[in-house]
């Protein structure tokens, strides 16, 4: 995303140069206008973007926004209450404070405590909006508990709600293009709550364990569109060794050196990265997209490159991803045995206390023609909804709108650099690469919408086992599509 901070830079630098041209260029440097007199070549500046606050505020009234309280180390809620010199927490503080006087209300967070399960926020929000009052200016649900409540007409359509400028950079396109069916979007993702970030999914990796193998940091590859398994794959080649064992099974005193560090069994992330999403949103509908050739070539392709046999890949199965006897996923980083390991953004704060610096990618495209990288979060998530019981949406769009675009110039550019710093240090290309992984997401259809999940799970399997997949397509073709079609005949009913 574009930081609209960077207009007045800009703008700064452009005027500077035009007055040290005026005062040192030769004066056939100038050009005849149309009436015969002499005009400097310049280029217009491009100004600096300014919102369109209201001209009158409401009076101090409240905007209560119902959130779901911090989980799994990943931040949700959006108040803070005071200035403690914490760079993070004091942009948010006056963020907020910022949008009370614009505005003139007083910003009303209410937290609940969710679980795994993905209900608690869900119900709250379902008790209120029965309830038939205004009680919930927008709601930030989990995107794995808010499909229930959208097919129970619960939510107003977002694309409708003129004040909220769905093409700024402060609103996540990729996400919420690829969300939208028949023009409708009941749950977005934008720059006010930074939970979705939280949960990104990327690759991390090693500098040292890298520079040592002499390999080229990966980051030029990504910017040039070749980030790809077949290119993940000389990395993971290149980093797998016995180091003198005996064998590659892992063990917590051992030497062995593996490519990749895995947590548990599931590949969704690589098959999505690689383009094979399971369900294709064709703009009036969402439908069962698997088992083309392409995909086929994809299940080859991870079989082939995620292999644990030749030390490639540790496929950490501890229940703790820090167990050193188990052998946890992140456990086999932090101890230099993986050159990659799996990630999430909120993993982070544990990895400023490793005794090396780390860089972060996407996951690899399938191949160069693969027009995109394709990034994903914990389903467990927040999407922001506003309630069909809104007294009234455009106001309410306005401010949720205005909450974004605040937190896109001044939040998200602190929390970007924060999240990646490696010991005090800030590290440029992964503040980079955190941009272009959080602008490629997609939604987890099959999470979000609790169909296909068994398929996913069963194409895993058959990329470790190397098995092929085409039985398990087949097996869950049909019950997939009817659960789509009861799904889209809810949505819109």
């Not at 191949?367 to 106001?395: L, M």
Request: hydrophobic residues 40%; aromatic residues 12%.
């Amino acid at each position: 995303m574009k930081h609209f901070l960077k207009y007045s830079l800009l703008l700064s630098v452009l005027l500077t140069a035009a007055v040290l041209s005026a005062c040192s260029a030769p004066a056939d440097d100038a050009v005849e206008t149309a009436g015969g007199t002499s005009a400097a070549q310049t280029e217009p500046a491009e100004t600096e973007y300014v919102y369109p606050y209201p001209e009158t505020g409401y009076g101090g009234e409240d905007f209560s926004i119902l959130n779901m309280e911090d989980i799994y180390n990943m931040m949700s809620t959006m108040e803070r209450y005071e200035v403690t010199g914490e760079a993070l927490n004091d942009a948010i503080y006056n963020r907020n404070r910022l949008i009370e006087e614009k505005f003139d209300i007083a910003l009303q967070e209410t937290l609940v405590t969710d679980t795994w399960e993905l209900k608690a926020v869900a119900s709250e929000a379902r008790t209120a909006i029965a309830a038939g009052d205004d009680e919930y200016d927008i709601m930030y649900i989990p995107m794995g508990g808010a499909s229930p409540l959208i097919t129970e007409g619960c939510f107003l359509n977002l694309r409708e709600i003129d004040t909220i400028q769905f093409d700024k950079d402060w609103w996540n396109a990729s996400f919420n293009d690829a969300i939208t069916i028949k023009n409708t979007l009941y749950g977005a993702v934008g720059s006010a709550n930074y939970m979705v970030q939280e949960g990104i999914r990327l690759l991390a990796y090693n500098y040292s364990i890298l520079e040592d193998l002499g390999l080229e940091h990966p980051y030029d590859l990504v910017r040039e569109g070749k980030w790809t398994m077949d290119a993940f794959n000389s990395y993971l080649t290149a980093a797998a060794s016995l180091r003198g064992d005996d064998s590659i099974a892992w063990n917590k005193d051992g030497n062995v050196a593996y490519g990749y560090s895995h947590n548990q069994t599931s590949m969704e992330s690589f098959l999505f990265s690689c383009g094979e999403m399971m369900m294709k949103n064709q703009g009036d509908t969402l439908s069962f997209d698997c088992g083309s050739d392409r995909f086929y070539n994809v299940i080859d392709k991870l079989a082939a490159v995620l292999t644990t046999e030749d030390a490639k890949v540790f496929q950490g199965m501890a229940g703790d991803d820090m167990d050193p006897n188990e052998g946890g996923y992140l456990y086999a980083f932090k101890t230099q045995r993986a050159l990659f390991s799996q990630s999430e953004v909120c993993k982070f704060q544990i990895f400023r206390e490793f005794d090396f610096d780390f860089g972060i990618v996407p996951y690899p495209k399938y191949d160069e023609a693969q027009e995109s990288y394709i990034s994903n979060t914990w389903y467990g998530t927040t999407c922001v909804h506003i309630p069909v019981t809104s007294a009234d949406a455009e106001k309410t769009g306005h401010i949720l709108d205005a909450l974004s675009y605040e937190s896109e110039v001044s939040v998200i550019p602190v929390y970007r650099e924060i999240t990646v710093e490696n010991k005090g240090l800030r590290n440029e290309d992964s503040v980079e690469m955190l941009e272009i992984i959080a602008n490629s997401l997609k939604p987890l259809y099959h999470s979000i919408f609790q169909i296909g999940v068994s398929l996913v799970d069963q194409i895993s399997t058959s990329v470790w086992n190397n098995s092929g997949a085409a039985s398990a397509v087949a097996s869950n073709q049909t019950s997939i599509e009817t659960e789509l079609t009861k799904l889209l005949d809810a949505w819109f009913e």
